[in-house]
């Protein structure tokens, strides 16, 4: 396992503000208020633990084939429908979306190796990820990526608790499978817009992992 590049100052801010606060407290309190100088030193031990679990990005054997349209992210299923895209295609399209959790690795991977034909951040609204306006309301970051089989778009969409959305993209660059092209801090969704008619591999709820798990295979 190692730690992304986008976590090392959170880390670092984070580990000192634990180590100052306890070094303080333990220096002149612990005597006196002994439980609560543990109880604290657990709570802030937690919170360092987490960012630290956060940014982590694990060892795993990635998935390639360009037949296979590949998992984005870490998460859940919670939305296979078809809906009309206004951003980019103007029709019909098949969305599947992948609710992250702050447990899950945040790690965003190309579900397809192709041309970046569209890259687009949009301002927008904090609502909670699984919110059905989030993919066109929240803040969010969209790219189309073309190759021989088709076009499929991508967002990175922000929720409740996260800020910031980190994109490595442009227009004209050629992404790779399963390559990192982004990440979002605290909490997310990430939604993919397929060609009508492209078989889904996966359920509802299904527990999904980026760069792993088959999303879809191109018709």
């Known amino acids: 396992m190692t730690i992304h590049r986008e976590g090392y100052r959170t880390i670092g801010i984070g580990a000192?503000?634990?180590?100052?606060?306890?070094?303080?407290?333990?220096?002149?309190?612990?005597?006196?208020?002994?439980?609560?100088?543990?109880?604290i030193f657990a709570v802030t031990l937690f919170i360092l633990l987490f960012l630290i679990s956060f940014f982590r990005i694990p060892k795993r054997k990635l998935t390639k084939n360009?037949?296979?349209?590949?998992?984005p992210a870490d998460g859940k299923v919670v939305v296979i429908e078809e809906i009309?895209?206004?951003?980019?295609?103007?029709?019909?399209?098949?969305?599947?979306?992948?609710?992250?959790?702050?447990?899950?690795?945040h790690v965003n991977r190309n579900p397809v190796s192709g041309?970046?034909?569209?890259?687009?951040?949009?301002?927008?609204?904090y609502l909670v990820a699984w919110h059905p306006k989030s993919s066109t309301e929240?803040?969010?970051?969209?790219?189309?990526?073309?190759?021989?089989?088709?076009?499929?778009?991508?967002?990175?969409?922000?929720?409740?608790?996260?800020k910031r959305i980190c994109n490595y993209t442009s227009v004209g660059e050629h992404v790779?499978?399963?390559h990192?092209?982004?990440?979002?801090?605290?909490?997310s969704r990430v939604d993919v817009l397929l060609p009508v008619g492209?078989?889904?591999n996966v359920p509802l709820n299904q527990a999904v992992k980026g760069g792993v798990t088959v999303l879809a295979s191109w018709s």
């Open 16 to 39: 000192l503000i634990f180590g100052a606060v306890n070094v303080l407290l333990f220096a002149f309190i612990s005597s006196e208020l002994y439980w609560l100088s543990v109880t």
């Open 66 to 71: 360009e037949n296979e349209i590949i998992c």
């Open 84 to 105: 009309f895209d206004e951003e980019y295609f103007k029709d019909k399209r098949i969305q599947v979306s992948i609710f992250m959790s702050p447990a899950n690795v």
């Open 115 to 125: 041309e970046v034909v569209y890259n687009k951040y949009h301002k927008g609204k």
């Open 138 to 162: 929240n803040e969010r970051w969209s790219v189309a990526v073309k190759n021989d089989h088709g076009t499929i778009l991508y967002k990175q969409i922000a929720g409740a608790l996260a």
């Open 176 to 178: 790779k499978q399963c």
């Open 180 to 187: 990192e092209y982004g990440f979002i801090k605290f909490g």
């Open 198 to 200: 492209t078989k889904i």
